[in-house]
């Protein structure tokens, strides 16, 4: 994986942005409906229709959340939150809005933009079918303001071709010298595993594929890695661990892992009046030195550390790595159609439904959500409201088995949560 500095240029002509052609493409289907998708995406896109609540279709969005273009992808070995952009998922031009399309990539990103960020763009499948205009990109650029390149940290384009790269080199004029340093090309998919773990990447099967034909077209001498396998779980793995196995490791059956009892405890002392606490990241480094030692069952101390965002990360970190989301899988339908409950009653039926937890699950929910009462009673001062905590912990509590998520189940999902943050004097009476 490269980052490239682009050239300076005179601001181009249209003219010469519009000799800029596409690569041909083998396969221009489209995913207009289900009879143009492969098996496997058509048993996900089933799926994904089964688990999550779909926008009415009614609603302004609900044309382009349909195509699952976007998504958001839980958070990044930094810590950071990972919104995906699927190009081979766009229909041809002339059957989507692309004015439509950015308010949607914008709404998305609104959750997100004040916190520390990645953006993922799958470049295979964008042809001269589908592609939008160069006016449009040139409008789509100036229409994300600072507020939007603030906090992104990295805009990683996987499967670059040359017209990629001679587009963002034509529109250097109009790129920051500072954003143009957070561009990386991707050229195969093992590489994003210094990034993300790709297995939480819902990664389209054509872009599957087109990286099979890149890596089966080179010499044996040239194979990039593939993905690591994964290794197998240490003796005392904590991260990636059930909770009733964690549960029946410990001397005094503690309920609370005691990943999540070091770091909250760590951050009650020295966390609450952090501003932006838990919307920054933290050096991949340290994080990875941190998993290992509690994999190992070497002892952690926060305090000698002394990095408030790295003990943040890691907590998020450890929810993340759950083999099942805190919340369960079993929650997922009635949490994600939450917002279909009167206001009345709401603390009734949360109550009712987190009862069901397993008392691990449970537990440990109860321990979280009451250190994030104590962090939101601070906000004045760490900026930090339930609105904004239940951004950054409703898609790490729940996620559906694809791992992936489109707008129209993430909203609903962290509506639930700032329910909660709202009412657990309530709930956890």
Known sequence: MSSELLVDLEDPPTSQLDQLKLSTVEDQQWPGDDSTLTKSETDIS???????????????????????????????????????????????????????MLMYLKATLDQYVESDYTLIYFHHGLTSENKPSLGWLRDAYREFDRKYKKNIKALYIVHPTMFIKTLLILFKPLISFKFGRKINYVSYLSELEDVVKCEQLLIPARVRE?????????KPSAQPPMSPPR???????????????????????DLVPVVMRDTIGFLSE?????????????????????????????????REMEDI??????????????????????????????NSVSSDNQVAVMKKLLETLPEENYASLRYLVTFLAQVSSNSEVNKMTNSNLAVVF????????????????????????????????????
């Open 46 to 100: 089933q799926r994904f229709a089964a688990e999550s609540a779909h926008l009415p279709w009614d609603h302004p969005y609900y044309d382009i959340a349909r195509h699952q273009i976007i998504e958001v992808a839980g958070d990044d070995n930094f810590g950071r939150k990972v919104i995906v952009f699927n190009a081979c998922r766009m229909p041809p031009h002339h059957e989507l809005d692309h004015h439509k």
């Open 309 to 338: 965002h790295l003990a943040a990360v890691i907590l998020k970190t450890f929810l993340r790595e759950l083999p099942e989301p805190l919340l369960t899988y079993h929650l997922y339908n009635d949490i994600v159609n939450f």
């Open 231 to 253: 290794s197998l779980p240490l003796p005392n793995q904590v991260f990636g661990v059930p909770l009733p196995m964690l549960r029946h490791r410990t001397k005094d059956d």
């Open 210 to 218: 087109y990286d099979n034909k890149l890596r089966a077209s080179l």
């Open 270 to 302: 020295q966390g609450l009046e952090i501003e932006g606490i838990f919307r920054r990241s933290a050096n991949v480094t340290l994080v990875k030195e941190v998993q290992l030692k509690y994999n190992s069952d070497d002892p952690v101390s926060f």
């Open 394 to 429: 409703g898609p790490n509590l729940l996620w559906g088995r694809d791992n992936a998520m489109s707008l129209s189940a993430i909203g609903p999902i962290n509506n639930f949560t700032r329910t909660l943050l709202d009412q657990q004097h309530l709930v956890f009476a």
